[in-house]
């Protein structure tokens, strides 16, 4: 038995893109005998739980958002989360209650995205359901993507509209590291299957720049709002999120100021080393170069990406070669593929995006410049880190 009046409580997306609010997700709270509203998480998490009382608890809070979404803005969302566990019981051709109660209290399904929660339940079941969520007009989201592997299938099977980014883990990559990487890796696979994506648990301003880096459609979180029972205005973050994007944009101004002035640095050194390697000077008469303390290593290749010479590396006071990676061909890789696409024709300098070195584990950029009347290509591996 749960005791309290099961009901809804709504927290909303914010638009990145105009700073509104373009819909709200459906939380389940009970109201307590002295007025006092608890989330319902902790019963869906207890094992303790009867699971037919879950059931009828779900369906009453999801009952109590419908009837109350005609108070809101015609144009808004409503996120309904839906348990794949209890879809994947349904007997096949069983009307579904979700769809059900939509005609109960008049919603349009185009209102409506079901979420997809948890990793259990049969994918093919799931699939099943989903399609037909689909056809009544109802857009499909998988919550806390990126939590399981498993989720990788559940995209492939269910083709979502919507990913919402796990929490934890999407709050571990604004911290920077190996997070991060995943994380962007992910929205990158997000956009090229046509996903939009939700950032929640948004509660700082790093987080949500972090958010805006990942090309998030929508953000939730409370750095704008709780959960509440009232509804918000339609404009009621707007100023405030465009004070925040205006940071984040000047923020990224200043990251390509700090690349603009990398790249006549990197012109600079470029000089002086191809000056050094004109000349075949030895070792020893290659200049100290403190004016550059982000240059990690140099070396020359052939047009077909073949290294002709050692690392030429600074370490303890002066230079050193490695010649480990003599007659290794790195055309492969993508800095070298689009230094020969970019850079053969003009001789220009180009320059990599970050990337993780997978030798030393550093962050790095690669710079690179023909020379030679272009049969060789002086590389620069940089510090990322640094800048």
Wanted: aromatic share 10%; glycine share 8%.
């Amino acid at each position: 038995m749960i005791d309290g009046q099961p009901l809804a409580c709504f927290q909303p997306f914010i638009d990145t893109a105009t700073g509104r609010i373009a819909g709200v997700e459906a939380l389940g709270r009970v109201r307590q005998a002295n007025g006092e509203l608890r989330s319902v998480g902790p019963l869906f998490a207890d094992p303790r739980t009867p699971s037919v009382a879950l059931r009828r608890l779900d369906r009453q809070i999801r009952d109590n958002a419908l009837s109350r979404l005609h108070e809101a803005p015609q144009e808004w969302f409503l996120s309904l989360n839906i348990s794949p566990r209890w879809i994947t019981r349904l007997r096949p051709g069983q009307a579904l209650p979700s769809l059900k109660q939509l005609q109960v209290h008049n919603v349009d399904p185009r209102r409506i995205v079901f979420e997809i929660t948890e990793l259990g339940g049969n994918i093919q079941r799931l699939a099943e359901v989903v399609e037909r969520y689909r056809e009544a007009g109802a857009r499909i989201a998988i919550d806390d993507f990126g939590a399981g592997y498993s989720q990788l299938d559940r995209v492939l099977a269910l083709q979502p509209d919507i990913l919402k980014l796990d929490m934890r883990l999407f709050q571990a990559a604004a911290r920077g590291g190996p997070s991060g990487d995943v994380v962007r890796a992910l929205a990158q696979m997000a956009e090229k299957t046509g996903c939009w994506i939700i950032a929640e648990g948004v509660e700082t301003e790093t987080q949500l720049n972090f958010a805006l880096e990942c090309g998030s459609r929508y953000v939730q979180g409370y750095l704008f709002a709780q959960a509440q029972l009232d509804w918000f205005d339609t404009d009621a973050f707007v100023p405030r999120f465009a004070q925040l994007r205006t940071g984040y944009v000047q923020q990224k101004l200043a990251e390509r100021g700090r690349i603009m002035q990398l790249r006549q640095q990197l012109a600079e050194l470029m000089q002086i080393l191809q000056t050094w390697a004109h000349t075949h000077a030895p070792l020893s008469q290659l200049p100290q170069l403190p004016a550059f303390p982000w240059l990690l290593r140099f070396y020359q290749c052939d047009r077909h990406g073949t290294q002709l010479t050692p690392n030429f590396e600074w370490h303890q006071g002066a230079w050193q070669a490695d010649s480990r990676y003599l007659g290794h061909n790195w055309s492969w890789r993508p800095y070298f593929y689009h230094l020969l696409a970019e850079g053969w024709e003009e001789r220009r300098l180009t320059l990599s995006s970050t990337y993780r070195d997978a030798t030393t584990n550093q962050y790095c950029l690669t710079a690179g410049q023909f020379f030679d009347n272009g049969q060789r290509l002086l590389l620069i591996d940089i510090d990322a880190a640094g800048l």
